[in-house]
T-cell receptor, first 117, second 112 residues
Framework: GAVVSQHPSRVICKSGTSVKIECRSL??????MFWYRQFPKKSLMLMAT?????????EQGVEKDKFLINHASLTLSTLTVTSAHPEDSSFYIC?????????????FGPGTRLTVT | AQSVTQLGSHVSVSEGALVLLRCNYS??????LFWYVQYPNQGLQLLLK??????LVKGINGFEAEFKKSETSFHLTKPSAHMSDAAEYFC??????????FGAGTRLFVKA
């Protein structure tokens, strides 16, 4: 199956600082990458969809200036949480889609646990 | 519009018993349907998918699901639960050009 990595797996940062999370598709070119946020014991909340070389499409209620997404290549997308606050603490998961021959399935990274102190 | 409903936020079975996790969907176009599994502090892993063709699909770890158009259902089953099956399971629906919609998830507990 397709492999997607995320880095870092855990990060603790101070309030007001910025944190960058990387999402890489290791063995296929992902035309589309998705960023999700997952609250404890809850389902995934789609934050944004990014296509390589174009601006990300953010879901309603997600601040695009706070959650900066860059999809610079077919194998790398980054999410930067700017001026983080404790309420941004969450589990962030990326996924990659658009695999050649794929039928809408997504391949998920292992997630990043962000804690803002 | 598409939506997914997973009946039961928690399901508990004994080891060796049948696992049945329910999923109903609504979709204005023929759907693609998926089941994903999530272990604690990990991302989601694709268990199986239905796109076209045979309505009974087999996935990894002995799971299977049947697409029933008349019932708009895609229930996940496994004949015999194993302790390692304890996890969160998500049903999802999508179609080309549409967003993927995830259900709220069902946590499966397996008792020894």
């Amino acid at each position: 199956g397709a492999v997607v990595s995320q880095h870092p797996s855990r990060v603790i940062c101070k309030s007001g600082t910025s944190v960058k999370i990387e999402c890489r598709s290791l063995d296929f070119q992902a035309t589309t990458m998705f960023w999700y946020r997952q609250f404890p014991k809850k389902s995934l909340m789609l934050m944004a969809t990014s296509n390589e070389g174009s601006k990300a499409t953010y879901e309603q209620g997600v601040e695009k200036d706070k959650f900066l997404i860059n999809h610079a290549s077919l194998t790398l997308s980054t999410l930067t949480v700017t001026s983080a606050h404790p309420e941004d603490s969450s589990f962030y998961i990326c996924s990659a889609g658009g695999r050649t021959g794929g039928m809408g399935e997504q391949y998920f990274g292992p997630g990043t646990r962000l804690t803002v102190t | 519009a598409q939506s997914v409903t997973q009946l039961g936020s928690h399901v508990s079975v004994s080891e060796g018993a049948l696992v049945l996790l329910r999923c109903n969907y609504s979709s204005s176009v023929p759907p693609y349907l998926f089941w994903y599994v999530q272990y604690p502090n990990q991302g989601l892993q694709l268990l199986l998918k239905y796109t076209t063709g045979a309505t009974l699909v087999k996935g990894i770890n002995g799971f299977e699901a049947e697409f029933k158009k008349s019932e708009t259902s895609f229930h996940l089953t496994k004949p015999s639960a194993h302790m390692s099956d304890a996890a969160e399971y998500f049903c999802a629906v999508t179609q080309v050009g549409f967003k993927t919609i995830f259900g709220a998830g069902t946590r499966l507990f397996v008792k020894a």
